[in-house]
């Protein structure tokens, strides 16, 4: 195998995430081939020993899976006062895994959880607009109201949620949903006026929620690359976009740097070279007397004219 920075090999075993790895890089506590080594070093997992403290890095098939998770378990791998994690519910997982982003510990419904490090980056980061999609059942009927203002999006913290919302009975509705942010669905319906009194995770990307409470299931591959895919194009797409608006954004404040410049110089800023333009005729005679003037002094002769 090529030989890759060193915080990504660890990350890929699922020892940890790649941020806590460069925190382990950086404290001076991963080693290869017994030298310590700072962040950016690249190894080769295969040819290399990599230690992470007394635990030795090694590459194996990674593990995706899909829980559904029930209501009062936390979405930790530890819990410092004891209570109840959704490590407990995965009985027969042979290594460690990791979860996928959070679930509240009142919510229950579909949890991913993975030992690939940059498949959960993928998946958890803003730019990707992973979707996900919730059923909440709320205090009281939602109104004509309500569902007319979610179409130009809810104002949450400062910034502007785009959602999309299906009433399924009067209390009972299907929100998709890609923002990530802490309890965000209850903010959102907080927003229109509702409590959400009972709230369940259906779905992320194409990856159904489809197995009884408290269960477990690896992610068949269509899944697995539906979701890689989801992120990629996404990704894609918001840089397209970004890139579009920097070249505009560029071009913009170019061609008007060029026509503030010629303002000064008293041209007509469309047309610059027309209208009898003495002093753009006369900076443009400035400029071939100085050419010819270098161009002498360069090379002992004088400057072809051209006819």
């Given at each position: 195998?090529?030989?890759?920075?060193?915080?990504?090999?660890?990350?890929?075993?699922?020892?940890?995430s790649r941020?806590?790895?460069?925190?382990?890089?950086?404290?001076?506590k991963?080693t290869?081939?017994?030298?310590?080594?700072?962040?950016?070093?690249?190894?080769?997992p295969?040819?290399?020993?990599?230690?992470?403290?007394k635990?030795?890095?090694?590459?194996?098939?990674?593990?995706?899976?899909a829980?559904?998770?029930?209501?009062?378990?936390?979405t930790?791998?530890?819990?410092?006062?004891?209570?109840?994690?959704?490590?407990e519910?995965?009985?027969?997982?042979?290594?460690?895994?990791?979860?996928?982003?959070?679930?509240?510990?009142?919510a229950?419904?579909?949890?991913?959880?993975t030992?690939?490090?940059?498949?959960?980056?993928r998946i958890?980061?803003?730019?990707?607009?992973?979707?996900?999609?919730?059923?909440?059942a709320?205090?009281?009927?939602?109104t004509?109201?309500?569902?007319?203002?979610?179409?130009?999006?809810?104002?949450?913290e400062?910034?502007?949620?785009?959602?999309?919302?299906?009433?399924?009975k009067?209390?009972?509705?299907?929100?998709?949903?890609?923002?990530?942010?802490?309890?965000?669905?209850?903010?959102?319906?907080?927003?229109?006026?509702?409590h959400?009194?009972?709230?369940?995770?259906?779905?992320?990307?194409?990856?159904?929620?489809?197995?009884?409470?408290?269960?477990?299931r690896?992610?068949?591959?269509?899944e697995?690359?539906?979701?890689?895919?989801?992120?990629?194009?996404?990704?894609?797409?918001?840089?397209?976009?970004?890139?579009?608006?920097?070249?505009?954004?560029?071009?913009?404040?170019?061609?008007?740097?060029?026509?503030?410049?010629?303002?000064?110089?008293?041209?007509?800023?469309r047309?610059?070279?027309?209208d009898?333009?003495?002093?753009?005729?006369?900076e443009?005679?400035?400029?071939?007397?100085?050419?010819?003037?270098?161009?002498?002094?360069?090379?002992?002769?004088?400057?072809p004219q051209?006819?």
């Amino acid at each position: 195998m090529h030989r890759q920075r060193v915080q990504k090999i660890i990350a890929a075993s699922g020892f940890c995430s790649r941020r806590k790895a460069e925190e382990l890089i950086a404290a001076g506590k991963v080693t290869v081939n017994g030298q310590k080594i700072t962040l950016g070093d690249q190894a080769d997992p295969d040819k290399d020993t990599i230690m992470a403290g007394k635990q030795r890095i090694t590459q194996e098939a990674h593990l995706y899976l899909a829980l559904h998770k029930p209501s009062g378990y936390l979405t930790t791998r530890t819990d410092l006062w004891g209570r109840k994690n959704v490590m407990e519910l995965l009985k027969g997982v042979p290594r460690p895994v990791y979860p996928v982003g959070r679930l509240d510990r009142d919510a229950r419904g579909l949890l991913l959880l993975t030992s690939d490090g940059d498949f959960a980056q993928r998946i958890m980061h803003p730019s990707n607009k992973t979707t996900k999609t919730y059923q909440a059942a709320l205090d009281k009927p939602l109104t004509k109201e309500a569902m007319a203002r979610t179409r130009k999006g809810i104002t949450i913290e400062g910034r502007r949620v785009q959602a999309k919302l299906r009433k399924i009975k009067p209390k009972l509705i299907e929100l998709t949903i890609h923002e990530g942010r802490n309890k965000i669905v209850k903010k959102y319906c907080h927003a229109l006026g509702y409590h959400v009194k009972d709230l369940k995770r259906v779905a992320i990307g194409d990856v159904r929620l489809n197995i009884p409470e408290g269960t477990w299931r690896p992610l068949t591959k269509k899944e697995k690359e539906g979701l890689q895919e989801d992120g990629k194009r996404q990704h894609h797409q918001t840089t397209t976009k970004r890139t579009a608006q920097s070249r505009t954004s560029h071009a913009t404040t170019g061609r008007e740097r060029r026509r503030a410049h010629d303002r000064e110089q008293g041209r007509n800023p469309r047309h610059p070279r027309r209208d009898g333009d003495r002093a753009g005729r006369r900076e443009h005679d400035d400029h071939n007397t100085r050419r010819d003037a270098l161009h002498q002094k360069r090379t002992g002769t004088r400057r072809p004219q051209r006819r």
